[in-house]
C-alpha cells in the first residue's frame, strides 16, 4: 500500500510501515471481560477506513478481542478496497475462551491444534488468504489471563513449551499461511530461546510514558534486526488530553478501565504527566495525543506504534503523531514530568 505518512522498515521481513497502525482492541465492543463498554459497529469500521484512507497502512487485532468480532470488523473495513490500497493485516494467537463465555477468562494456551485452529479462523474473519505478521498474544502458561497487562506468570504442568509453539509459528510461516512471525509481550531471555528456532521478525511490547518497562525488551529487539510495534502509546486514553478525574468516574461499568489501578490509585500522577505534555504539544501545534506517541517513537529500535480510535474524529486525533520529531528540548521536558510526576515505571528515557 502506497501512503502518504512517514513509514519505517519493519526489521526483516519486507514491510514498510507507518509509523503509526490502526489498534482494533477498542472496538471490540462491549460484553466480553476486557471490553470497552458499548461501541457502533458502524463507526468502528468508519473508524479503520478513514485511517487507511489517511494512509495508515497496517492494522493489528487479535481473536481475543471481542471473541472474534474485532476480526470480523476489519475484515469489513477492508473488503473491497483494491489489492494496492489493502493495509498490512497483523493479529495474534494464544488467548483462548475454550468454553466460550465472553465473560470468562481466557487461557493462555499455545498448544499447536489450537494455534492452527486459531489461525484458520483468522484467515476465515479477515478474509485474506495470507496473514502479514501473526503474532503469539501472551507466553503459554497454561493458566488464565486474569487481568489486562498482566506479567509472566510460572508456567503450570500444562504449559506448551515456547520452543514448541515457536515452531509451529515458523511452521505456518513456510506453510506461507502467514509473512511474518512476531512475539508479544515476551521478556528476553524467552526472545533469546525463540531466536535460536527461528527470527522474531517483530515484537509487540506495551510502551507509553506512563509504562515504560519493556525497555528490554525493545532493546533486545533493536540488537537483532526484530521489528517494535509498540502498544497503548496513549496508555488506555489517559495520555490524550481528554482524561480527567469526573471522566473516569462516569465510565460505564462494562468498561475494564474502571478496575484498573491506572484510573483509580495511580490516577493523579498519570493526569499530571498528561498535562505535563500539553506544552510540548502547543510548540508544535500537535494534540497532546501526538505528542505522547511520538515520544514512543522517538525511542530507539521502535518502527512503530498502535493506536485505537473508535471513530474517525479520534483518528484524526493522532494522525499527524508519525511526522512529529521531538525535540532534545522536548523529550528533556517529558523526562523531567515523569520524575517530577513519579507516573508510572521504567527508565525516563532511553
Not at 505518512?5 to 521481513?13: K, S
Not at 495520555?239 to 483509580?264: I, M
Amino acid at each position: 500500500m502506497t501512503t502518504s505518512l512517514p513509514t519505517r522498515p519493519l526489521g526483516t521481513t519486507g514491510m514498510h510501515i507507518s509509523r503509526v497502525g490502526f489498534g482494533s482492541w477498542a472496538v471490540s465492543g462491549a460484553g466480553w471481560r476486557f471490553g470497552w463498554g458499548t461501541t457502533d459497529d458502524a463507526e468502528s469500521i468508519a473508524a479503520i477506513r478513514h485511517a487507511v484512507t489517511s494512509g495508515v497502512n497496517w492494522i493489528d487485532t487479535a481473536p481475543a478481542y471481542g471473541l472474534g468480532h474485532s476480526e470480523e470488523l476489519v475484515g469489513k473495513a477492508v473488503a473491497g478496497l483494491p489489492e494496492a490500497e489493502r493495509p498490512y493485516l497483523f493479529t495474534k494467537a494464544g488467548l483462548v475462551h475454550e468454553d466460550g463465555d465472553p465473560q470468562g477468562v481466557p487461557l493462555r494456551t499455545m498448544r499447536p491444534e489450537s494455534v492452527r485452529r486459531e489461525v484458520e479462523d483468522s484467515l476465515r474473519r479477515l478474509g485474506v488468504d495470507r496473514i502479514d505478521l501473526y503474532q503469539v498474544h501472551w507466553p503459554d502458561t497454561g493458566e488464565p489471563l486474569t487481568a489486562v497487562g498482566e506479567g509472566p506468570a510460572e508456567p503450570s504442568p500444562n504449559a506448551t513449551p515456547l520452543e514448541e509453539y515457536w515452531q509451529v509459528m515458523a511452521d505456518l510461516k513456510a506453510e506461507g499461511k502467514v509473512r511474518a512471525i512476531g512475539l508479544s509481550n515476551h521478556s528476553p531471555d524467552l526472545l533469546e530461546r525463540a531466536e535460536k528456532i527461528a527470527h522474531v521478525d517483530v515484537v509487540q511490547p506495551p510502551l507509553s510514558a506512563i509504562n515504560r518497562s519493556a525497555a528490554p525488551e525493545i532493546a533486545w529487539a533493536h540488537a537483532h534486526d526484530t521489528g517494535v510495534i509498540v502498544y497503548s502509546p496513549l496508555q488506555s486514553g489517559l495520555l490524550t488530553g481528554a482524561f480527567s478525574a469526573e471522566r473516569v468516574a462516569a465510565l460505564p461499568a462494562e468498561d475494564w478501565r474502571t478496575g484498573h489501578p491506572d484510573f483509580t490509585t495511580r490516577l493523579d500522577a498519570n493526569l499530571r504527566l498528561a498535562d505535563a505534555l500539553r506544552p510540548v504539544a502547543r510548540r508544535h501545534g500537535a494534540t497532546v495525543a501526538e505528542a505522547a506517541i511520538a515520544w514512543t517513537l522517538a525511542w530507539p529500535g521502535v518502527t512503530g506504534a498502535i493506536v485505537g480510535a473508535r471513530n474517525p474524529r479520534q483518528v484524526d486525533g493522532w494522525l499527524g503523531a508519525g511526522s512529529l520529531r521531538l525535540t532534545v528540548t522536548d523529550l528533556e521536558h517529558i523526562t523531567d514530568a515523569i520524575r517530577e510526576t513519579g507516573a508510572g515505571t521504567g527508565p525516563a528515557r532511553a
